[in-house]
C-alpha cells in the first residue's frame, strides 16, 4: 500500500517539485528492500530527473528498472526506458558510461523475459558479476521473476514436463518440487509431469460468434454497390 506522505505528493503539485526528489528516491530504496512496488511514483521520479538532470542517481534507475522486471508481462519497464534519455540505449565504447551498460543489460534481460526465453534468462543473469550487483538491492529478486514465470507458464499450458520447467525457474530436486507444490499449488506426477490446475487463461472453451444482420440494412448495401457516381 501507497504511504499516504507518498500519496499527498502525487496527488498535488508537489509531484513537480525538485525538492520530493530525494523523497521518491528513498521511496524506491523502501520498495527494494520491502519487496512492494509502486510504478506510479516510480515514474514521476523519472519525470523529474527529466527536468533536473542534476539530480539524478544512477544506482535509483537502475532500482527502479530492477523493480519493473519483477512485475513483468506489465509493460512497466518499457515505460521507464522511454523517461531515460534517448541515447541510453545506443552502443557505447565508454568505459565511463556506465548507467549506459547497466540499461542495455537490463534492457537484455527484460527482452528474454517478455519473449518467454527464461531458461537463456537465468544464464544471462549468470553470465556477468554485474547482473549480480545490479539486482542486489532488489531482496527477494530470483523469487519475484520465479514467481511471475509460473504465472505466465499457468497462463499458457495445464501440464509441463518437469526438466523444462526446472530450467524456465533454474531450480532443481527439493528446491523445485516445494516451489511447484507450496508456492504453485501445483502437483508433480509420474515424477517428471508436472501438472497446473485449469483456471480461465488455460482453459479450452469454444467461442461462437454470431452476427445479426437485418434485411434492409443488406438491401442498402447493394443498392450503394450499384450505384454509379454522379
Not at 528516491?25 to 511514483?41: K, M, P
Request: aromatic residues 10%; proline residues 4%.
Amino acid at each position: 500500500m501507497r504511504p499516504e506522505y507518498i500519496a499527498n505528493i502525487l496527488a498535488g503539485l508537489e509531484r513537480y517539485n525538485p525538492e520530493t526528489t530525494s523523497i521518491f528516491q528513498d521511496y524506491v530504496q523502501q520498495q527494494c528492500e520491502s519487496r512492494t512496488y509502486d510504478c506510479y511514483a516510480n515514474l514521476a521520479l523519472l519525470k523529474l530527473y527529466q527536468f533536473n538532470p542534476h539530480l539524478t542517481k544512477d544506482e535509483t534507475i537502475t532500482n527502479i528498472l530492477v523493480k519493473a522486471l519483477t512485475v513483468f508481462p506489465a509493460p512497466d519497464f518499457s515505460l521507464c526506458l522511454h523517461l531515460l534519455p534517448p541515447n541510453i540505449l545506443l552502443p557505447t565504447t565508454s568505459a565511463a558510461d556506465t548507467l549506459a551498460e547497466a540499461v542495455q543489460k537490463l534492457h537484455t534481460l527484460s527482452i528474454l523475459l517478455e519473449s518467454g526465453q527464461y531458461k537463456e534468462f537465468w544464464a544471462t543473469l549468470d553470465s556477468d558479476d554485474l547482473y549480480a550487483d545490479l539486482v542486489a538491492d532488489c531482496v527477494g529478486f530470483e523469487e519475484l521473476i520465479r514467481v511471475r514465470i509460473a504465472m505466465a507458464t499457468a497462463q499458457a499450458a495445464r501440464e509441463v514436463d518437469r526438466k523444462v520447467l526446472e530450467g524456465w525457474i533454474n531450480m532443481e530436486g527439493e528446491d523445485f518440487e516445494g516451489f511447484v507444490r507450496e508456492v504453485c499449488q501445483w502437483t508433480i506426477e509420474d515424477g517428471d509431469r508436472v501438472i497446473i490446475p485449469v483456471n480461465n487463461d488455460n482453459e479450452a472453451k469454444t467461442t461462437v460468434t454470431r452476427e445479426n444482420v437485418k434485411f434492409d440494412q443488406f438491401s442498402r448495401l447493394v443498392k450503394r454497390a450499384y450505384e454509379q457516381p454522379a
